[in-house]
Nanobody
């Protein structure tokens, strides 16, 4: 059964940093197709960062602040988030980059001003 387990979220002040982790089961993990999404309160889930084959995508709002990377030996994808802003608040999910899931439980990130 496909499984994704996200962790690393928390409460942080604006300007701070967090590193999210996501362990994916072997049936899901493909290092060049993993992605991070987030869902802010009252909004639809949006793509934040993704590997798209040979390139890397970042949403305009996170460019220069977030970095997506993987540890292939651990089937883990990370999201390093720096210079956090209150608008980064939301539940963060990892999955593959086509947006169709599967989905884990997510990890809550709250950035206070």
């Amino acid at each position: 059964q496909a499984q994704l387990v996200e962790s690393g979220g928390g409460l942080v002040q604006a300007g701070g940093s967090l590193r999210l982790s996501c362990v994916a089961s072997g049936s899901i993990f493909r290092s060049n197709h993993m992605a991070w999404y987030r869902q802010a309160p009252g909004k639809q889930r949006e793509l934040v960062a993704a590997f798209t084959g040979s390139t890397t995508y970042y949403g305009d709002s996170v460019k220069g602040r977030f970095i997506i990377f993987t540890d292939n030996n651990k089937n883990t994808v990370y999201l390093q988030m720096n210079s956090l802003k209150p608008e980064d608040t939301g539940v963060y999910y990892c999955s593959v980059n086509d947006g169709r899931g599967p989905w884990g439980q997510g990890t809550q990130v709250t950035v206070s001003s």
